[in-house]
């Protein structure tokens, strides 16, 4: 039984579109994470929710957009998209916000914009 | 703020041999450090960490990683490399108090296991 799951994992779509990525855990975890790997597979923190409610949001284009409608799920937006976007995105979970709590990564969602 | 080096981008070892995989950091104070693993296909799995007390710490599968501090690095090593260890390693330093914002990752190291 898979603990993060994202949907999709692979997403090909051209410039100017909107897209989203799901991500759902089933470990109970009050803290959820967005993550992006760049080509050169540097792994950057993006946002983060406690409980529904947005704790961290780095400098990230407002075209992104996480959405968590219950503490299980946390869903990404990502409007009018560049090619600067194309990259693997993580979902990650841990119990409570600290980076001592261990992060439970998804597999990823490789996106690519063309 | 705290930065996080990885100078090996591949190593290739035979199955059976012994592993090190470097990590450097900076950082002014003792950070926290970890060590994840990226299987093909996979997310990150964390390895072992290292947020104070005993310098050489046990994980998972085998690893283990020796914290010095004289030398800036949180290295990680294995005894036996099995073929089942081939995966993208990353090294990770956190900044105290330890917000999940203060984590930085390495670019990772590549390891290939022959037969």
């Known amino acids: 039984d898979t603990a993060v799951s994202q949907t999709p994992k692979y997403l090909v779509t051209q410039m100017g579109n909107d897209k989203s990525i799901k991500c759902e855990q089933n470990l109970g975890h009050d803290t959820m994470y967005w993550y992006k790997q760049d080509s050169k597979k540097f792994l950057k923190i993006m946002f983060s929710y406690n409980n529904k409610e947005l704790i961290i949001n780095e400098t990230v284009p407002n075209r992104f957009s996480p959405k968590s409608p219950d503490k299980a799920h946390l869903n990404l937006h990502i409007n009018s998209l560049e090619l600067g976007d194309s990259a693997v995105y993580f979902c990650a979970s841990s119990e409570g916000g600290g980076i001592y709590n261990e992060q439970f990564f998804g597999p990823g969602t490789r996106l690519t914009v063309l | 703020a705290q930065s996080v080096t990885q100078p090996d981008i591949h190593i290739t070892v035979s199955e059976g041999a012994s592993l090190e995989l470097r990590c450097n950091y900076s950082?002014?104070?003792?950070?926290?450090l970890f060590w994840y693993v990226q299987s093909p296909g996979q997310g990150l799995q964390l390895l072992l960490k290292?947020?104070?007390?005993?310098?050489l710490v046990q994980g998972i599968k085998g690893f283990e990683a020796e914290f010095k501090r004289s030398q800036s690095s949180f290295n990680l090593r294995k005894p036996s490399v099995h073929w089942s260890d081939a995966a993208e390693y990353f090294c990770a330093v956190g900044a105290r108090p330890g917000s999940a914002r203060q984590l930085t990752f390495g670019s990772g190291t590549q390891l290939t296991v022959l037969p």
């Open positions: 290292y947020f104070s007390g005993d310098t």
């Open positions: 950082y002014g104070a003792t950070p926290y």
